[in-house]
C-alpha cells in the first residue's frame, strides 16, 4: 500500500514555483485511472473535458456536458481520496451572466466533490474567473491553444507565433493573475513565450506542448500509457504501452474461450455428489 503524503493545496502549489519544484499533474476521468494516478504520485489528479475525446469518443470535447463533468470527477474523486482534484468547466459553462457562472461552478464543488476548477480563456473571462475567486473557489487558468475554440482557431494548432499573439497571451496571462488564478496551464505555445510567462507571473504556469521551462507540466492519460487515445501530439511522450497489453490480453482470452482452454479446473465451483445424485433421482 503506497504512503500518501498530505493533500496539497494551492499554496503549496505556490511555494513549488518558488522553490523550482516542478508540478506534475495527469488526468484522470474515473475510479481506476485516478486511483493510479494517485498512486503514481501526481501532484494534480485533473478532470480533463478531454474525456469526451479520449473516453466517450467524441471528435472534440465541444460535446461535453457539465453533468458528463461531475459524473466522471464523482468517479475519480472516489479513486484518488487524497488528491487536489481539478476539474475542468466545460464548453459554454462560463460565458453567460456571472450568475450563471456561478450556479455552475457551485454544481462542480458540491456534486463532484472537486477540490478547484478549471477555465479556458484569457482576459475575455477574467470576470467570470474573479467572481469565483471571490466565491471561494479556486480556479486555474488556460491559454494559448484552448481546445473549446478549435473552430475559431481552424484546428489544434500551435499559438503565440507571431509578436502580436504573443503579445495577446503575455496580457493574458496577467489578466487571469490579476483576476486570482492559482495556476495557468499554457498549451501548444512556443518554448520561448511559455518560458517568458512563467518568468513574467508569480502564479506556477502547467504546460502541455509549451516546452520544458513552465513550473509544471501535464498529459492525458491515454497519451502518457498509449491507451487506445485517438490522436498523438508532437509533445507526447509515451511512458508506457497500455494499449497494446490491453489488446493482448483480450485476444488471448478470446482464443482460449474459442478453443476450450478457458475456463479450467481452476476457475470452476463445484458441488456436493450427493445433492448432484437427489438432482438425477428427482428428475425421473
Ligand atoms: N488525447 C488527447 N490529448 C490531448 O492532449 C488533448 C485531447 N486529447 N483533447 C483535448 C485537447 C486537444 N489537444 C490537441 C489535439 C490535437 C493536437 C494535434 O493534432 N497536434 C499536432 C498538430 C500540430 C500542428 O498542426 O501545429 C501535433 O503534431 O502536435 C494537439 C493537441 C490537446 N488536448
Ligand atoms: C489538455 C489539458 C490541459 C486539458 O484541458 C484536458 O485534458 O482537458
Ligand atoms: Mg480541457
Same mark, same amino acid.
Given at each position: 500500500?503506497?504512503?500518501?503524503?498530505?493533500?496539497?493545496? #494551492?499554496?503549496?502549489?505556490?511555494?513549488?514555483?518558488?522553490?523550482?519544484?516542478?508540478?506534475?499533474?495527469?488526468?484522470?476521468?474515473?475510479?481506476?485511472?485516478?486511483?493510479?494516478?494517485?498512486?503514481?504520485?501526481?501532484?494534480?489528479?485533473?478532470?480533463?473535458?478531454?474525456?469526451?475525446?479520449?473516453?466517450?469518443?467524441?471528435?472534440?470535447?465541444?460535446?461535453?456536458?457539465?453533468?458528463?463533468?461531475?459524473?466522471? #470527477?464523482?468517479?475519480?474523486?472516489?479513486?484518488?481520496?487524497?488528491?487536489?482534484? =481539478?476539474?475542468?468547466?466545460?464548453?459554454?459553462?462560463?460565458?453567460? #451572466?456571472?450568475?450563471?457562472? =456561478?450556479?455552475?461552478?457551485?454544481?462542480?464543488?458540491?456534486?463532484?466533490?472537486?477540490?478547484?476548477?478549471?477555465?479556458?480563456?484569457?482576459?475575455?473571462?477574467?470576470?467570470?474567473?474573479?467572481?469565483?475567486?471571490?466565491?471561494?473557489?479556486?480556479?486555474?487558468?488556460?491559454?494559448?491553444? #484552448?481546445?473549446?475554440?478549435?473552430?475559431?482557431?481552424?484546428?489544434?494548432?500551435?499559438?503565440?507565433?507571431?509578436?502580436?499573439?504573443?503579445?495577446?497571451?503575455?496580457?493574458?496571462?496577467?489578466?487571469?493573475?490579476?483576476?486570482?488564478?492559482?495556476?495557468?496551464?499554457?498549451?501548444?505555445?512556443?518554448?520561448?513565450?511559455?518560458?517568458?510567462?512563467?518568468?513574467?507571473?508569480?502564479?506556477?504556469?502547467?504546460?502541455?506542448?509549451?516546452?520544458?521551462?513552465?513550473?509544471?507540466?501535464?498529459?492525458?492519460?491515454?497519451?502518457?500509457?498509449?491507451?487506445?487515445?485517438?490522436?498523438?501530439?508532437?509533445?507526447?511522450?509515451?511512458?508506457?504501452?497500455?494499449?497494446?497489453?490491453?489488446?493482448?490480453?483480450?485476444?488471448?482470452?478470446?482464443?482460449?474461450?474459442?478453443?476450450?482452454?478457458?475456463?479450467?479446473?481452476?476457475?470452476?465451483?463445484?458441488?456436493?455428489?450427493?445433492?448432484?445424485?437427489?438432482?438425477?433421482?428427482?428428475?425421473?
Amino acid at each position: 500500500m503506497a504512503e500518501y503524503r498530505k493533500m496539497i493545496t #494551492t499554496m503549496d502549489l505556490q511555494k513549488m514555483k518558488r522553490e523550482k519544484e516542478k508540478i506534475a499533474m495527469v488526468t484522470a476521468y474515473d475510479y481506476p485511472s485516478a486511483r493510479l494516478a494517485e498512486e503514481g504520485g501526481a501532484d494534480i489528479v485533473f478532470v480533463g473535458d478531454s474525456l469526451g475525446m479520449v473516453v466517450l469518443g467524441y471528435d472534440s470535447t465541444i460535446p461535453v456536458t457539465l453533468d458528463d463533468m461531475i459524473h466522471h #470527477t464523482k468517479a475519480a474523486a472516489r479513486g484518488a481520496r487524497n488528491s487536489f482534484i =481539478l476539474t475542468d468547466m466545460p464548453f459554454l459553462t462560463y460565458h453567460g #451572466t456571472v450568475d450563471g457562472t =456561478l450556479r455552475n461552478a457551485a454544481r462542480v464543488m458540491q456534486e463532484a466533490g472537486s477540490k478547484a476548477i478549471k477555465m479556458e480563456g484569457g482576459a475575455e473571462i477574467a470576470e467570470h474567473l474573479q467572481a469565483c475567486v471571490r466565491a471561494g473557489i479556486p480556479v486555474m487558468g488556460h491559454i494559448g491553444l #484552448t481546445p473549446q475554440a478549435v473552430h475559431q482557431f481552424g484546428g489544434y494548432k500551435v499559438q503565440g507565433k507571431s509578436a502580436e499573439q504573443a503579445q495577446r497571451l503575455l496580457a493574458d496571462a496577467r489578466a487571469l493573475e490579476q483576476a486570482g488564478a492559482f495556476a495557468i496551464v499554457l498549451e501548444m505555445v512556443p518554448e520561448e513565450l511559455a518560458t517568458l510567462i512563467t518568468e513574467q507571473i508569480q502564479i506556477p504556469t502547467i504546460g502541455i506542448g509549451a516546452g520544458r521551462y513552465t513550473d509544471g507540466q501535464v498529459l492525458v492519460y491515454h497519451d502518457l500509457l498509449q491507451y487506445a487515445s485517438p490522436i498523438k501530439p508532437k509533445f507526447v511522450k509515451a511512458y508506457a504501452e497500455l494499449g497494446a497489453a490491453a489488446m493482448n490480453g483480450i485476444s488471448a482470452y478470446v482464443e482460449e474461450v474459442k478453443g476450450s482452454k478457458f475456463p479450467s479446473e481452476e476457475h470452476v465451483f463445484h458441488m456436493n455428489a450427493e445433492i448432484i445424485q437427489q438432482l438425477a433421482d428427482h428428475d425421473k
